[in-house]
C-alpha cells in the first residue's frame, strides 16, 4: 500500500515555513515535528504583533524621556535664574575696614594733670564795640514798601508766531470763511498782514479782510482804513475793481452820500469794463440827479 502524500502546495507552504521561528518547538528528541500552515501563520502574526509593541513602547519611552530631559532643563534655567534675582537684590555691604590697635591706641592719649594759671591782674574794662551806622545797614523790607518787580522785556509778537508758510494762511483762512466763522478767518488775514507785510499775499489779505469788516463784522470804518491802504500799496491791482467798489459800499454804510458819490466815480473811471460799471453807474445817478 503506497503511503499517501499531501497535495503540493500544502507541502510548498510547509517547505517555507520550516525556519525555526521558536525554540525549542517540542520537548522530544531530534527534529523537531513540522506545523501546520495555520499554526505557522498564527506564530508569524504572534512575532510581529510583539514586534510591533516593543518598538510602540521603545518610542513611548523615548518621548517620555525627552520631555523629562526638557523639562529638567527648564527647571534648571529656572533655578539659576532665581538664584541670580536674588544675589542681585541683596544689599551691597562695605566691608568693615580693619582694626588698627595701635591707631586706637594712639587716638586715646593719656590726660596728664594741668597745673592752674596763676591769677593775673584785672585788666580794664574794655569799651563795646561800636554799633553800625544806619547807612551801612541793609534796610528792612516792609508790608506798606514793596520791592521794585523787575519786568523782562516783552519779545516782539512776530518771534513768538511760528513760521508758517504764507500760502497756508491763506488757504487756512479761505476754509473758515467757507465755514462762516468770519472772526478766525479774518484773525488768519490780520496775521498775513502783520507777519508778511508789503508783499502781494498782505495786498490779498488786505481787501478780504476789508469785505469781513464791513459784510460780516459790521466794522465799517474798519473796512474803510484796509481798502484805503490796499489802493494806497497797489492802485491798478489784480483787486482794484473790488477795492473801489467796496470803499463805495464803506461810504454808503457810514452815510456820506458825497465820499460814496467820488468814490462811484473814480470806480467807473478806472474799470469801464467791470461787470460792476453799470450797477455803480445807477447808484450814481440816484446820488446825484440832473
Given at each position: ?93 562695605d566691608p568693615a ?73 491763506l488757504r487756512l ?77 464803506t461810504y454808503h ?38
Amino acid at each position: 500500500m503506497e503511503p499517501q502524500t499531501p497535495p503540493e502546495n500544502e507541502l510548498g507552504l510547509e517547505n517555507e515555513l520550516s525556519f525555526d521561528l521558536l525554540s525549542p518547538l517540542d520537548d522530544k528528541a531530534g527534529p523537531a515535528q513540522r506545523i501546520s500552515s495555520r499554526r505557522a501563520a498564527e506564530m508569524v502574526q504572534a512575532a510581529l504583533a510583539a514586534d510591533t509593541a516593543m518598538v510602540r513602547r521603545a518610542a513611548e519611552l523615548r518621548q517620555v524621556l525627552r520631555v523629562a530631559a526638557v523639562v529638567a532643563v527648564i527647571l534648571a534655567l529656572g533655578g539659576a535664574a532665581a538664584a541670580y534675582y536674588s544675589i542681585a537684590m541683596q544689599p551691597r555691604q562695605d566691608p568693615a575696614p580693619a582694626k588698627n590697635p595701635a591707631a586706637e591706641h594712639s587716638a586715646t592719649p593719656a590726660v596728664e594733670p594741668v597745673a592752674a594759671p596763676p591769677p593775673s591782674a584785672p585788666s580794664p574794662a574794655e569799651p563795646p564795640p561800636a554799633l553800625p551806622s544806619t547807612i551801612d545797614r541793609e534796610p528792612t523790607r516792609t508790608t506798606s514798601t514793596p520791592s521794585p518787580r523787575r519786568t523782562a522785556p516783552s519779545p516782539k509778537r512776530e518771534a513768538i508766531e511760528p513760521a508758517v508758510p504764507v500760502e497756508d494762511l491763506l488757504r487756512l483762512a479761505n476754509e473758515q470763511r467757507r465755514a462762516q466763522h468770519w472772526r478766525e478767518a479774518d484773525a488768519l488775514y490780520q496775521r498775513v498782514l502783520r507777519v508778511h507785510a508789503h508783499t502781494p499775499a498782505a495786498y490779498v489779505a488786505g481787501v478780504a479782510s476789508a469785505t469781513l469788516h464791513l459784510e460780516r463784522l459790521e466794522d465799517p470804518r474798519g473796512a474803510l482804513r484796509l481798502y484805503q491802504s490796499a489802493l494806497s500799496a497797489q492802485p491798478h491791482g489784480s483787486l482794484a475793481a473790488e477795492a473801489r467798489y467796496g470803499l463805495a459800499d464803506t461810504y454808503h454804510a457810514l452815510g456820506d452820500r458825497a465820499a460814496e458819490a467820488q468814490a462811484l466815480r473814480d470806480f467807473i473811471a478806472e474799470h469801464a469794463d467791470s461787470p460792476l460799471r453799470p450797477r455803480a453807474a445807477a447808484r450814481l445817478g440816484k446820488l446825484s440827479p440832473p
